[in-house]
């Protein structure tokens, strides 16, 4: 009894080293990235500055709201699979103020979820949200913003969600379900029987990742990148004329400070 929980410790553990060297990782990315497009091309202004980590904060609750509103796709995978739209805000957010806000945002409103709804997945399912929604906004965003026109914003979201569909369902497979399975306790054929009750093609970890994971991660990845590309120029307006009022505001205070 007291070996099988201390192995229940160990693997809880473990996880959570995981998931924050896997958050580590992603944030480091980010911010190497726009770090070295802001110096190229001779951009002084701060990663982070006031306003956008209000937008951050704005476009994290959005997402917390769409993510609260996930449902399964019984036809397609079983019920412990879910499906949400909260990467629509992380995205805008990372085309408009780049890859370390999108990032942000996928982290506030995982952290968010997790206080007020909890965990129904040990974990997992968070943790798979957090890094498969990265996967498709910080290749898109990266991209996005080495040339920011509407062509490059529609490649960066394909590239994105090619990706995402590779690498989420390549994750699930060599390190979120067998997660899974070990902290529920939960053999590994039984998950498998539960895909092949929908699809009678899944027999193997294999095959349940091409028949149930990958399609759930196409209709998100496709689904997050149209509507963000139908919504984001209609909003960018908006979104710019605040950073030009803030990059205005910023220069006044700055000369008032010289003159003083």
């Given at each position: 009894m007291s070996n099988g929980l201390w192995q229940s410790v160990k693997d809880n553990v473990i996880f959570v080293l995981v998931c924050l060297i896997v958050a580590a990782g992603v944030f480091l990315t980010a911010y190497a990235a726009e770090k070295y497009v802001r110096r190229r091309d001779g951009i002084a202004e701060r990663i982070l500055n006031t306003r956008k980590v209000a937008m951050i904060g704005l476009f994290s609750a959005i997402a917390l709201l769409l993510f609260l509103f996930e449902f399964p796709i019984p036809f397609l995978a079983p019920s412990f699979y879910?499906?949400?739209f909260s990467e629509i805000p992380a995205l805008i957010g990372a085309f408009a103020f780049g890859p370390v806000a999108g990032v942000m945002i996928e982290f506030c409103k995982v952290v968010l979820k997790l206080v007020i709804k909890g965990t129904s997945t040990g974990f997992v399912g968070d943790l798979a949200n957090?890094?498969?929604?990265?996967s498709l906004i910080l290749p898109a965003s990266i991209i996005y913003m080495f040339k920011k026109t509407k062509k490059t914003a529609v490649l960066s979201c394909a590239a994105g969600?090619?990706?995402?569909?590779?690498?989420?369902s390549a994750f699930n497979g060599i390190y979120l379900l067998p997660a899974f399975a070990a902290l529920f306790g939960m053999p590994m054929d039984a998950i498998l029987s539960m895909g092949a009750e929908i699809n009678g093609n899944i027999n193997?970890?294999?095959?349940?990742v091409c028949f149930a994971v990958a399609p759930m991660n196409i209709i998100k990845s496709v689904?997050?990148?149209l509507i963000t590309l139908l919504i984001y120029k209609p909003l960018s307006p908006i979104i710019k004329s605040g950073q030009?009022?803030?990059k205005r505001h910023d220069a006044g205070s700055r000369a008032a400070g010289v003159e003083h």
């Open positions: 879910e499906l949400d957090f890094v498969i929604g990265c969600s090619v990706i995402m569909t590779v690498f989420g193997s970890v294999t095959t349940f689904s997050v990148s030009v009022s803030a």
